[in-house]
Each structure stands twice: as structure tokens, then as C-alpha cells.
DNA sequence: CTTGTTTGGTGCGATTTCGTATTATATTAG
DNA sequence: CTAATATAATACGAAATCGCACCAAACAAG
């Protein structure tokens, strides 16, 4: 019988948060000296989206100020691993575009991790892993919609 | 059948990772001013596992420096929200202990974000979330115990 | 006891994050 | 067309995070 009490979704968010932060620090061990989980999310986000998006759509899409996109980019640009050029379309606007470092950076970075999830696989079931990303994924969809 | 690839786990720790920003805004936007979600943690944290602990024992419950701590704590002092002493046992450590104040913030911000949860249960199968607590909890300790 | 090592906490500087204000371009109203 | 408003990006400063160095206390070896 589950738990209907409001203090148990509060823990669901608590367990996020806490994996959330291990996580992150899984992934920054991974990442060349300098590189920091932000950077990584937004290479990440380019290619699930395709490159060619607006700083501003990206600072969107993460919910962070834009003047923190800003730094960001340009620390991405200033490793080559994106390019960022004015957009034809709005002088005032410009365009984000992968490099092909930033397309190797995020793929080898993914390879690596699968790599440890495999050996995580020894240790839990990850089919309760698989199970657990459609209600992620569609409290994500709701959470991100309820944003006003 | 659940999808097996490596990519799928992938996937199932970006959807952490945004839910966890957009629960950290909901949370931040209801913290007092100059409050961020840091020091609501650890309030939080100080009430799950009984105050009194030392700094440096809170640094590694959530994976931070021991500065990033310091940090934190002075915040959370200088409002009033907890005391911190000597340690009686160590003279090189502190212990840190909730005020009357740190115990009202935690309850009200709590009390408050029920209620927003409860609006959020008209629109997302709360027994979802239910469901994927144990994983989640599950997760977090298996990560938590092979962090070297 | 004395010395060397470990541990808890903090000062300091570098980087990140973010709010405010500013500039440049685009859009809308008249 | 001109003026007013809105939008994209950045400069700048404040606050947060964190690595490094340091100090003080505890602990260990002899």
C-alpha cells in the first residue's frame, strides 16, 4: 500500500536532489580539467535538439538567467567545442552550433559512462531503472509545463 | 520490454537532473529572501538525522567541500536558523544544533510546498510517485556506497 | 614527553551563478 | 516614417562554490 502522504513526495524530490548531486560529481570526474556538468548539459542538450538554437532558448530550456548561458558558451566556445556566430535572421540573436571536438567530447563522455553503468548493472536491477523513466520523464513534462 | 541500451540509464539521469532544477526553483521561490536551497537542505537534513552533528560530518552527507559548508553555515547562523558551538568532545570541531527559528522555517516551508504538491496531484498520478520511491531510495544508497 | 601525522575548520583567491543595468536590434502603434 | 515598447546579448558587481594553504587540536610512534 503506498504512501498518500504528502511528506512522501516530498522524500521523492529529497532521493532527486541527493542523486541529482552524486550523479553530477560522477560526471564531472569524467570531463576534461575545466569542463563542469553545465557545459557537458549543454552539449548534451544541442544534440537532442540540434544545434542551431539561440543562446536564449538554451538558457530557457535549463531555466537559468541568461547572463549565466552567456558564461557558459563562452567558456564551450573558448575550448572549441561549440560555435557560436550571429543568426541571419535576427541581428540581434545569434547561433550555436557544435564543433566536431564537441560532438566527440559529448559522445566519448557518454561511451565512458556506459561503461560504468554497465558495471552498475551488476549491482542493481536496472530493469527498475527502466521502469522508473516514463513516470520521470512525465513528471518532467508536467513540472516544466506548470512553470509560469 | 523495457529498453536495455546503456543510453536508456542515460537518459533516466538527465531526467533527474531537470526535474531537480525545476524542484530547486519551485523550492527557492518560496524560501525567504537570501535563502537558497543549500541551507534549506541542510535544515532539512539536520532534522532527518538529528542536530548536533559537526560540519564537517553535514560536508560529507552532501558530497560538498568542507568550505562550501562553512559557507553555508555562517548563511544559516547569521539568520538565526541554527547554532553553532564548540564541540565538547573534539576541540577542533564544532557541533551544529537547530534554533526554534531553523525548526519553524523548515515545518513552514514544508507546510507551504504540501500544499503546492497537493495541486499537484490533480494533474499527475501521485501513486506514481509513490511507486518509484523505493527505486529511487534504492538508487541513491547503492550510489552512495560506491562513491570511493 | 617529543615528534610526526592526521583531522576539523577557516582564510584567500579563482571560477561560477545570477540580478541589475546597458546597448543594439526588432516590433508595434500611431 | 517616427516614437514607444519589447527582446537578445553583454558588462558589471554581488554572492556562492570550491581548491589550496594554513592553523589548531587530536592521535600515533618512538
Chains 1, 2 share one sequence.
Do not use: C, Y
Not at 548534451?44 to 539561440?54: E, I, S
Not at 538554451?58 to 558558451?73: E, G, N
Amino acid at each position: 500500500m503506498p504512501d498518500q502522504n504528502p511528506a512522501a513526495f516530498f522524500e521523492v524530490f529529497t532521493e532527486i536532489g541527493i542523486i541529482e548531486q552524486l550523479s553530477r560529481a560522477v560526471l564531472e570526474a569524467r570531463l576534461p580539467k575545466g569542463l563542469i556538468a553545465p557545459h557537458f548539459a549543454v552539449l548534451n542538450h544541442l544534440v537532442r535538439v540540434q544545434d542551431g538554437r539561440t543562446p536564449i532558448e538554451i538558457a530557457r530550456a535549463f531555466q537559468v538567467p541568461k547572463t549565466s548561458m552567456t558564461h557558459t558558451l563562452k567558456g564551450l566556445e573558448a575550448r572549441g567545442l561549440v560555435d557560436v556566430r550571429p543568426n541571419a535572421e535576427d541581428g540581434r540573436s545569434k547561433r550555436v552550433w557544435l564543433t566536431k571536438a564537441g560532438h566527440a567530447l559529448r559522445a566519448d563522455t557518454i561511451a565512458t559512462l556506459a561503461a560504468e553503468f554497465a558495471k552498475l548493472s551488476e549491482e542493481f536491477d536496472v530493469t527498475r531503472l527502466a521502469d522508473i523513466r516514463p513516470v520521470l520523464r512525465d513528471l518532467r513534462i508536467m513540472m516544466d509545463a506548470a512553470r509560469d
